[in-house]
């Protein structure tokens, strides 16, 4: 099974700083990464796809990288609404794996 | 817009067998360039995959799961169920429907609104 690795788990910054979470795999995914965007009480909402793909409606202070087994997702400017968790997800030969999550929280 | 409505309920013994459904609407449960998938979170926790299904009725589990857990798709009714059997206090979670999609390189780009689950006596 490949595992998905998330850093940092928590992450504490201010409005207007410029944030990047890493995710890596525990084996080539090549590009079959997804980012998520979770806040308490709901459901999760697809930010990115195929490591670099902006999901429709997503802001575009989102933004994805990487490939192979190393991943970031960047928010350029951290607003108010972006005070969340956010999942890496892998999907490869028919299995799905989620990283354990990065809490981002006011600093 | 599709949409997914789960239902089920919310409360299962111990050693029982939980069973959850979710009903795609606005859109078709047949097109080739979806599965359907269900994922949960226990309390405080990450998100966990749990299995996903074909409209063919192709299954896929995740390996942990694999022993208790059966998906089935009913095309005719625009459904997929999830049973997860023999439960503990470990199965108590937050579980939601999903819909990979191809064009999302198999991201789920459309969640249902997700089903809390209690395993108690």
């Known amino acids: 099974d490949i595992q998905m690795t998330q850093s940092p788990s928590t992450l504490s910054a201010s409005v207007g700083d410029r944030v990047t979470i890493t995710c890596r795999a525990s084996?080539?995914?090549?590009?079959?990464l997804a980012w998520y965007q979770q806040k308490p009480g709901k459901a999760p909402k697809l930010l990115i796809y195929k490591a670099s793909s902006l999901e429709s409606g997503v802001p575009s202070r989102f933004s994805g990288s990487g490939s192979g087994t190393e991943f970031t997702l960047t928010i350029s400017s951290l607003q108010p609404d972006d005070f969340a968790t956010y999942y890496c997800q892998q999907y490869n030969s028919y299995s799905w794996t989620f990283g354990q999550g990065t809490k981002v929280e006011i600093k | 817009q599709l949409q997914l409505q789960q239902s089920g309920p919310g409360l299962v013994k111990p050693s029982e067998t939980l069973s959850l459904t979710c009903t795609v609407s606005?859109?078709?449960?047949?097109?080739?360039?979806?599965?359907w998938g269900w994922i949960r979170q226990p309390p405080g926790k990450g998100l966990e995959w749990i299995g996903s299904i074909y409209y063919s009725g192709s299954t896929f589990y995740n390996p942990s799961l694999k022993s208790r857990v059966t998906i089935s798709v009913d095309t005719s009714k625009s459904q997929f169920s999830l049973k997860l059997s023999s439960v503990t206090a470990a199965d108590t979670a937050v579980y939601y429907c999903?819909?990979?999609?191809?064009?999302?390189?198999?991201?789920?780009?459309?969640w249902g609104q997700g089903t809390t689950v209690t395993v108690s006596s």
């Open positions: 999903a819909r990979p999609h191809y064009g999302s390189g198999y991201g789920m780009d459309v």
């Open positions: 606005g859109g078709s449960i047949s097109s080739s360039n979806y599965y």
């Open positions: 084996q080539s995914i090549t590009s079959w």
